[in-house]
């Protein structure tokens, strides 16, 4: 009995000196070495995880647009909402967990798209801008916020149809871009953002003939998110078009009670015939996480 005794103290002495070890060793690196800590983690054979979540936001921003794509700390914005809806859109991102922002991308120059850009530059830093031609043509908020982010080290790039990039794990492509098309709208910048199994479609204020466009040009259309064009007018998402992107949820960003009479009747029952629709005028901000190859969607108001 005392010999088993003496066996377990000996054990426990061990497990405590390797524990101080273990410590001292951890401070030492620390100091040692600007505190970077992945020097320990590799000495023990393992890496730390990364932080953060895949997410998209659908924020809340009245009648306007304004989409968080966000993934492992990454964060991408498409659009900032009206001018009207800046205070709340910066809140909203703060409340997202935003610390700055890896590529904003403008969809098109009407404000209840550009709104909030200036308060989006001044409260985060901006890595990359993609836009159309702003050095053709640009609105009062684009000409500030192509300022904004060139001052401060970051890069403005004109939209081009193919262009991609990685924003974590998310791929996210222009799709579709027609700035030879007389109407604003039609030239909206058309965006997939693809995570695992997973496809988010964003089409600005895209209308009838950019989508025609789109299914001309043989784009691949299919998705699981989509968020519908130009607010739920009837200019917007045709039946072949809905029908090319045969989408498991409709997000429709749509301010309460707007004079535009968004989402039309006729659109919302096409929509519904496909898909699940949701509107931020009466759900508020809508998330979708990926979580293990799985989707799921909260909403602010249940």
Known sequence: MAKAYKSAKRTLVIVLVAIISVTLLIVFFANNSGGALDDV????????QESGEDFVSFID?????????SSNGYNALVDTGPPESQESLIESMGELGVDDIDV???????????????????NYSVDNLIASDLDK???????????????NGGKVYTAQAGMNFTLGDFEITVIGFYPDMADENNRSI????????????????AQAKAENRLLLDGINLDCDVLKVG????????????LKAASPQFSVISVGEGNKYNHPSASVLEDLEEE?????????GTVTFHIRNNKLSCNKEKQ
């Open 41 to 48: 983690y590799r000495f023990f054979g393992v890496l730390p």
């Open 61 to 69: 921003v009245g009648q306007g647009d304004s989409v968080l794509i």
């Open 104 to 122: 904003l991308v403008v969809s098109h120059l009407h404000n209840d798209h550009t709104g909030g850009i200036k308060a989006v530059c001044e």
């Open 137 to 151: 043509k640009s609105n009062k908020d684009t000409d500030i916020a192509k300022q904004e982010v060139l001052s």
């Open 190 to 205: 058309v965006v997939m953002a693809k995570i695992e199994d997973y496809k988010f479609l964003f089409t600005g204020d």
């Open 230 to 241: 130009h607010h739920g007018s009837k200019t917007s998402t045709s039946e072949k078009f």
């Open 275 to 283: 898909s699940m629709v949701i509107r931020t005028d009466e759900s």
